[in-house]
């Protein structure tokens, strides 16, 4: 059983659009976190997210928006894709905002 | 805010020999130190970490350091096999807050048979 499972694994998009990447996990924990890894491989947090408080990095452009149907789903919406947006997203999730990061395989975003 | 540079960027070893891979940081209430490894196509997996309570942890054979008064902190691989090849990142936070990780830049380590 997979643990934190996001879908797609792979999305080559056009410029301009928008696109959602999926995210579930299984642990029962109750934060979930967005990370961009970039093509030097640079992890930053975009989103950390629990029922109560949604924490975003400043840095994230407002065309990034997480979504969360329930506790155990963090889905990633991105509005109007830019190439450099190209990147692989990981979904992650831990139990309480101070417990260890389990993090999903990634999702390689490429904005052509 | 926090700001964790990690050394070397790639890093490659004989196999049975050590790896140390080192990273430094910024803030100096930042209390929790975890190590994460990366295999090609997975997702980054916690490997070991270190509050700044202690001064070295040992788990087989990988170890942390830490020293609070320099700001740095290293991972030590001993008798490495070519599983280990892999790229870790350090990271550093306040509380072991994982919405306050800062990951360094990464390690590529290379073991060759």
């Known amino acids: 059983d997979t643990a934190v499972s996001q879908t797609p694994k792979y999305l080559v998009t056009q410029m301009g659009n928008d696109k959602s990447i999926k995210c579930e996990q299984n642990l029962g924990h109750d934060t979930m976190y967005w990370y961009k890894q970039d093509s030097k491989k640079f992890l930053k947090i975009m989103f950390s997210?629990?029922?109560?408080?949604?924490?975003i990095n400043e840095t994230v452009p407002n065309r990034f928006s997480p979504k969360s149907p329930d506790k155990a789903h963090l889905n990633l919406h991105i509005n109007s894709l830019e190439l450099g947006d190209s990147a692989v997203y990981f979904c992650a999730s831990s139990q309480h905002s101070t417990g260890e990061l389990f993090f999903g395989e990634g999702s390689r975003l490429t904005v052509l | 805010g926090e700001n964790v540079e990690q050394h070397p960027s790639t890093l490659s070893v004989q196999e049975g020999d050590s790896a140390v891979i080192k990273c430094t940081y910024s803030d100096s209430a930042s209390n929790y130190f975890p190590w994460y490894k990366q295999e090609l196509g997975k997702g980054p997996q916690l490997i070991i970490d270190i509050r700044s309570n202690v001064g070295e942890k040992k788990d087989q054979r990988i170890a942390v350091t830490l020293n609070k008064t320099a700001k740095h902190f290293s991972l030590h691989i001993t008798e490495t096999q070519p599983e280990d090849s892999a790229v870790y990142f350090c990271?550093?936070?306040?509380?072991?807050?994982?919405?306050?990780?800062?990951f360094g830049g990464g390690t590529r380590l290379m073991v060759k048979p």
């Open positions: 997210y629990n029922n109560k408080e949604l924490i």
């Open positions: 990271a550093a936070s306040l509380n072991n807050a994982g919405n306050m990780l800062t």
